[in-house]
């Protein structure tokens, strides 16, 4: 076994089917009296129903999250926190509502429980992204890490078949690149390899019927590995990629990361030959990126950024802007092969 660091992020999971009945006695736990509720537009009424299981420690619900996290979203609810002397936050939704609520802590440091709607896995994270006039900026800080998830696989249900399959790649994404990140140590590589292997099984059987219990179960279980994944070691290429692509363009979230993913990872593929042949190995297929293509392609994903609302002419400054402070890449970047890398995703032509 050759040497490694390891940190754990502390953190209280509590998952099954059903668990929204036990959101009072968690907010008990934690001492809170008065608990803001935050959700998107979409979700509020769902939010509203769930926030019924707090009993009177339900103070209000805010239900303006959206993508991104802007700030001037997080000045509106910073008011209504404190119009009702609010002692902790529940964030019932996906990375967008989980966003927000992090983003108040990190303000305020109030407690967090998230009930997860999606498989972004930003629960499991200590890292917000805020944006602030047109640019995304990351940050990284023990407040902004929930104190408790709880993952109720009945939530995820109604998760529509086409962003269960890009969430759940999103999530792949977290773990094929912990396989391969430079603070890779076993614990998160074995978290990595049963998370991606859940959520390969569990996508086409969501597609085949989104009812599948045991699949949406799967999934979620998946999406909170590749989520700790995430949290623990640092990202490469792929991240940089969407962060950069995402702040320029404003493409959706799950959707960019699905069509980038193969792209990133034939990128790396010669760079990081234990990672692929672990990854191969989870996900049941001998080319990875050809394989991660594949899957999401088969499963209906659009594969091309031009389809998610990336212009043409993006892809050169899109490479300049991922050259400039570039993260740690496990192939040192090449503007040439960067260029190829984004046309590629940009069209959505198959790796290989
Ligand atoms: P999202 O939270 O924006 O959700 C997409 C849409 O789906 C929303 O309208 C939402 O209300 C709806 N939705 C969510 N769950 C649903 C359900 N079960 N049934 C029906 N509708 C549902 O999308 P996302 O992909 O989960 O999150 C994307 C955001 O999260 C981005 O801003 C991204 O940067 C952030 N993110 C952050 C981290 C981190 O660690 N900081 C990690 C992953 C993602």
């Given at each position: 076994m050759d040497g490694f660091v390891y940190n754990g992020n502390p953190g209280r999971v509590i998952f099954g089917s059903g668990t929204v009945s036990r959101?009072?006695?968690?907010?008990?736990?934690?001492?809170?009296?008065?608990?803001?509720?935050?959700?998107?537009?979409?979700?509020?009424?769902?939010?509203?129903?769930?926030?019924?299981n707090l009993g009177k420690r339900f103070a209000g619900l805010y239900p303006n999250a959206r993508m991104h996290t802007p700030t001037d979203v997080t000045a509106d609810a910073m008011r209504l926190v404190e119009t009702l002397g609010a002692d902790a936050v529940v964030s019932i939704g996906g990375g967008s509502t989980t966003g927000l609520g992090k983003a108040?802590?990190?303000?305020?440091?109030?407690?967090?429980?998230?009930?997860p709607t999606?498989?972004?896995?930003?629960?499991?994270?200590?890292?917000?992204?805020?944006?602030?006039?047109?640019?995304?900026?990351?940050?990284?800080?023990?407040?902004?890490?929930?104190?408790?998830?709880?993952?109720?696989?009945?939530?995820?249900?109604?998760?529509?078949?086409a962003l269960s399959v890009t969430s759940g790649?999103?999530?792949?994404?977290?773990?094929?690149?912990?396989?391969?990140?430079?603070?890779?140590?076993?614990?998160?590589?074995?978290?990595?390899?049963?998370?991606?292997?859940?959520?390969a099984r569990a996508l086409p059987a969501i597609k085949t019927d989104p009812g599948d219990v045991t699949a949406r179960s799967d999934a979620l279980y998946g999406a909170w590995l590749c989520g700790v994944c995430l949290g623990s070691v640092g990202m490469a290429l792929h991240h940089k990629l969407c962060h950069t692509l995402g702040g320029m363009f404003n493409l959706p979230h799950a959707p960019m990361h699905t069509a980038v993913l193969p792209h990133a990872v034939a990128y790396n593929e010669a760079a990081a030959p234990v990672a692929m042949a672990r990854l191969a190995k989870a996900l049941g297929v001998t080319d990875v990126a050809e394989g991660l293509y594949d899957l999401a392609a088969g499963l209906g994903a659009s594969m091309a950024l031009k389809d998610l609302g990336m212009p043409e002419d993006g892809v050169r400054p899109a490479v300049e802007q991922a050259m400039s402070n570039a993260y740690w890449n496990p192939r040192p970047l090449d503007r040439e092969a960067l260029e190829t890398l984004i046309g590629r995703a940009y069209a959505g032509t198959r790796p290989g």
């Open positions: 959101l009072g006695e968690e907010a008990e736990k934690l001492g809170a009296s008065r608990v803001l509720v935050l959700s998107t537009p979409e979700q509020a009424g769902q939010a509203q129903a769930i926030a019924g108040i802590a990190f303000r305020t440091d109030l407690p967090q429980i998230v009930v999606t498989y972004a896995g930003s629960e499991a994270t200590p890292i917000l992204g805020e944006t602030e006039n047109g640019r995304k900026v990351t940050k990284s800080d023990p407040r902004i890490l929930p104190e408790v998830i709880l993952y109720d696989v009945e939530l995820t249900m109604t998760l529509p078949v790649m999103n999530a792949i994404a977290h773990a094929v690149e912990a396989l391969y990140a430079r603070e890779a140590n076993p614990i998160i590589s074995l978290m990595a390899e049963e998370g991606i292997a859940a959520l």
